[in-house]
Every structure is written in structure tokens, then in C-alpha cells.
């Protein structure tokens, strides 16, 4: 079943590239002024969403899956075109 961009809420991209930047759901959370609940609950969605697990979690912080790291450039390109659109 193909899913369609329409049925994403696009502040999911926002905190996955925050994760990925930050690699830690309470500093990702902080950088976006909610709480880490609130980030873990995105992330629960974007799992579902994509299919993958994103994240693994080690003592070093969150470890992104290759799925998370293949889409990295892609959601720099995004958050760029929609700062430039803003």
C-alpha cells in the first residue's frame, strides 16, 4: 500500500532531523520546545510511518538504522526548500 505525503504530519520530518542531529530524544525535544514525551510519541509515529525501528537505542546516544541515515540529506534539502519558502 502506498502511503501518500498528504496523511504525514510534516513536524514528524522536523523532529527526525532534529533526532538525527541531535541523537537524543530529550535534546531533540528541548531544541523544539516540547517535552521528550511529546518526542517519543513523534517518533512512535514515524516508526509506524516508515516502517523501521530509526533509531537504535546504545549508550552513546540514538544510533540512526540505514534507513534513517539514507533519508539525512534528503530532509536537509526539505528543511532548507521550506525555509526558503517561509
Do not use: Y
Not at 498528504?6 to 523532529?15: F, G, P
Not at 517519543?40 to 530509526?54: C, E, G, I
Amino acid at each position: 500500500m502506498k502511503k501518500h505525503l498528504s496523511s504525514l504530519d510534516l513536524n514528524l520530518l522536523l523532529c527526525l532531523q532534529l533526532l538525527l542531529q541531535e541523537r537524543s530524544v530529550t535534546k531533540a525535544a528541548k531544541r523544539m520546545n516540547v517535552t521528550p514525551s511529546a518526542v517519543s510519541k513523534s517518533l512512535a509515529k514515524l516508526r509506524d510511518w516508515f516502517d523501521d525501528p530509526l533509531f537504535v537505542k546504545t549508550p552513546l546516544g540514538l544510533l540512526p538504522t540505514p534507513l534513517t541515515m539514507s533519508l539525512e540529506q534528503d530532509l536537509a534539502d526539505w528543511m532548507q526548500i521550506g525555509n526558503q519558502i517561509l
